[in-house]
């Protein structure tokens, strides 16, 4: 069983809520082609966690058998398990911000200048598997199966989920113990006085032990220090990535090429320039936001494939459909030939155009031959009539409707 495949429409259910009221009040919190890319980068995030997964059961697995004792899943040692797996996050998002490698695993959720639902699932392809790897073991140690650790790890995860909003405001009483959408307002600031702050996800009493509080005052300015500027969601995963590897190149000394990974945040091996003396962050008032020209018509078009992504991901997701392994991997295949299309499309490149036809034919293809060969539905029935009737008509759009000479650029708030 996959959790996620519960979790997800109680999540699409709460964003589509939000950009209905969000649409109606005119409050101008969603930006079409950001939260594309947030919901494309999701999708990617949860064809990754079936890789997760596996890594999961089968490691934890083997490190059960080592714990003194097995905890029985009751209400309170469930309970026990979200505070225990609720402190353990604190200083593993503590560190996220604080080490090189583990900044670039995290760097992802915070790359968005906005703030808004679709931001909670702009997820890391890595940090999970950071997490498992580095920190949850310790819970299985403890006498927690690794399904009961997998699967509280989603509930908290959906804890966090409504925290990502500007709709509500401050709580009152409440955010004395908990973590509100004020308090996770400023973790995703990147003003001065908010960089590094904030870290708790589901209790706040973790920030206020340890140091890193800090209230909601001034407007929050959102994003990260260097900026992406990039729709696409590979890029806007592998960015520090890159950087860190560049810094590894250009290091002259071996020494730095190797504990550069490791070093906190802003450190440059000796040769390059330093970050010393650098002002760190910046206000709503002095940030420019990206955006860019994208194909004339194409947002109808990708609010469409939103809606069938998002279905043919859950199949995908879905552990109960009898697709194997090999199966699974074709469709994330495609799935992430479509977010990579996605992002070329919102900066009308030209390459987008040919590679969203090529992925339209991959998916449908890969959909009508999998339903086939695992008896799921016989590739003469209707659901073959259906996926290539939606293909067809997704072709002649593009055919007809979008010209590679005709774009358009979308208003920023």
Sequence with gaps: MNVYTFIAPIVMVLLIAEIIYSVKTKNGLYNFQDTVTNLATGIGNQCVNLAVAFFVYKWYGWLYQFAPWQILATWYS???LLLLQDFIFYWFHRLGHTINVFWAAHMPHHSSEELNLSVG????????????????????????????????AAVHLLLAYWH?????????????????PSHHRVHHGVNPQYLDKNYSEFLIIW???????????????????????????????F??????????????????????????????????????GKRLGYTRKEQIKYQSKQYKNISPYIILQIALGMAYMMITINMSLPISAVDRIVMSSGLFMMII??????????????LEILR?????????????????????????????????????????????????ELKVA
């Design 121 to 152: 699932i702009r997820a890391s392809f890595t940090q999970r598997l950071f997490q498992f790897l580095f920190f949850d073991w310790v819970l299985v140690l403890l006498g927690y199966s690794p399904e009961m650790v997998y699967a509280v």
């Design 239 to 276: 960015q520090y990535w890159k950087q860190l590897w560049d810094d590894a190149v250009a290091a002259p000394y071996w020494w730095d090429k190797i504990r550069l990974w490791f070093m906190p945040l802003g450190w440059r091996p000796r040769g390059l320039e330093s970050n010393k």
């Design 78 to 80: 469930l309970l026990i």
């Design 341 to 354: 299309a996605w992002g070329g499309l919102l900066q009308a490149k030209k390459w987008a155009l040919s």
């Design 164 to 180: 990502h909003t500007q709709i509500i405001k401050k709580l009152g009483w409440f955010e004395k113990y908990f973590v509100t």
């Design 207 to 237: 920030d206020k032990m340890f140091g890193t509080f800090e209230p909601e005052e001034e407007e929050v300015c959102y994003g990260v220090t260097h900026p992406p500027r990039s729709w696409d969601p590979i890029f806007v995963n």
């Design 360 to 408: 339209l034919l991959f998916m449908a293809a890969a959909l009508v031959i999998i339903f086939n060969n695992t008896g799921i539905a016989p590739w003469t029935g209707w659901t073959t009539i259906l996926t290539a009737l939606l293909a067809g008509i997704s072709i002649i759009y593009l055919s007809f409707y979008i010209k590679k000479d005709q774009l358009e």
